[in-house]
């Protein structure tokens, strides 16, 4: 069965600092891989999603990178932290149809 | 401009009762629509979806309904459960996108005994 995992599960770091955030997917292939924030009561926001490794699509622009340097590794970084990057990160794969299945997510608070 | 929209911020409803969750879309390229629930501090969970071809899919005490002449959809429980008691979120993806889901603000379900 396929697994989805997110670290660290909980971040606290200081404005201007960079970020680097991991998410790994077990169980499948060629996964098409997605990370979304969501704000304090807000929705949740589709900020990059990836069809294969090396390719990336950015959804909003923003002070956030990602990068997939693996088939099953999707990573979000920032060079510099804003306190308005504050918020749950969540990474979600989905295989050939529509549903997406996310990860655990990750707590980030920016000071 | 937000294409999907769920105006409910929150139910309230006792167990036993039916939930019955609503969510509207402008977005007439959508194809797919899923429902998600989600705890606090955790990843949302895939509860049940249909396609655009559908108007009505059931699995369990989940059923989702869907009205495209409206643009509306809805989340019917039955019946209801504590365990219910979650942040529901209504997702829509267009065709030909990636499998890219644009999601509503969601409904804070809250079943009491």
């Known amino acids: 069965s396929q697994t989805i995992h997110q670290w660290p599960a909980t971040l606290v770091q200081p404005v201007g600092s960079p970020l680097s955030l991991e998410c790994t997917v077990e169980?499948?292939?060629?996964?098409?891989l997605y990370w979304y924030r969501q704000a304090a009561g807000r929705g949740l926001q589709l900020l990059f999603y990836?069809?294969?490794?090396?390719?990336i699509s950015s959804e909003v622009p923003q002070n956030l990178s990602a990068s997939r340097p693996q088939d099953r590794q999707f990573i979000l970084s920032s060079k510099k932290l804003l306190l308005s990057d504050s918020g749950f990160y969540l990474c979600?794969?989905?295989?050939?149809?529509?549903?997406?299945?996310f990860g655990p997510g990750t707590r980030l608070t920016v000071l | 401009d937000q294409q999907v929209k769920q105006n409910s911020p929150s139910l309230s409803v006792q167990e036993g009762r039916i939930s019955i969750l609503n969510c509207d879309y402008t977005?007439?390229?959508?194809?797919?629509f899923l429902w998600y629930k989600k705890y606090p501090a955790e990843g949302p969970t895939f509860l049940i979806s249909?396609?655009?071809?559908?108007d009505k899919n059931e699995d369990g005490r989940f059923t989702v309904f869907l009205n495209k002449s409206a643009k509306h959809l809805s989340l019917h429980i039955v019946p209801s459960q504590p365990g219910d008691s979650a942040v529901y979120f209504c997702?829509?993806?267009?065709?030909?996108?990636?499998?890219?889901?644009?999601f509503g603000a969601g409904t804070r379900l809250a079943v009491h005994p």
């Open positions: 979600a794969w989905s295989g050939d149809g529509n549903t997406q299945y």
């Open positions: 169980g499948t292939s060629n996964p098409n």
């Open positions: 990836s069809i294969g490794i090396g390719q």
């Open positions: 977005n007439s390229m959508f194809d797919y």
């Open positions: 249909i396609s655009s071809i559908k």
């Open positions: 997702a829509a993806s267009p065709s030909g996108g990636y499998n890219k889901l644009i």
